[in-house]
């Protein structure tokens, strides 16, 4: 994982946890990586997992199962599609709307491009 300057590093792992389950890699059910794992992988410090983590548990996005771990909870993939495209539509696509304006792209050539 690469991690940027732009955001927290905690709001880049729930973002990584949030791509691999749109993404298919994990599905309802499945276990999510250790708190050490991840922090492992990541070359983070286990609390800052543990937040990124936390914000998953706190969106029932995933639950925690004492002793077991932590699991994607039942229509995960569902309720995360619907906040992940609420935010482009709030965030991104206004951006991209002026960005193309400005640079003079026709949106409806810009909507047809693939």
Excluded: C
């Amino acid at each position: 994982m690469q991690w940027t300057n732009d955001q927290p590093i905690y709001q880049q792992v729930r973002d990584h946890v949030v791509s691999l389950i749109i993404d298919d890699v994990l599905k309802s059910g499945d276990p999510i990586p250790s708190v050490r794992q991840m922090a492992v992988e990541g070359g983070v410090n286990p609390l800052t997992v543990s937040k990124a983590y936390q914000e998953l548990v706190d969106l029932n996005i995933v639950e925690k199962r004492r002793g077991l771990g932590m699991f994607i909870t039942e229509g995960a993939k569902k309720e995360l599609l619907k906040l992940e495209q609420s935010k482009f539509l709030d965030n991104e696509w206004p951006n991209t709307i002026k960005r193309a304006e400005s640079l003079g792209i026709d949106l409806n050539e810009l909507l047809k491009r693939n």
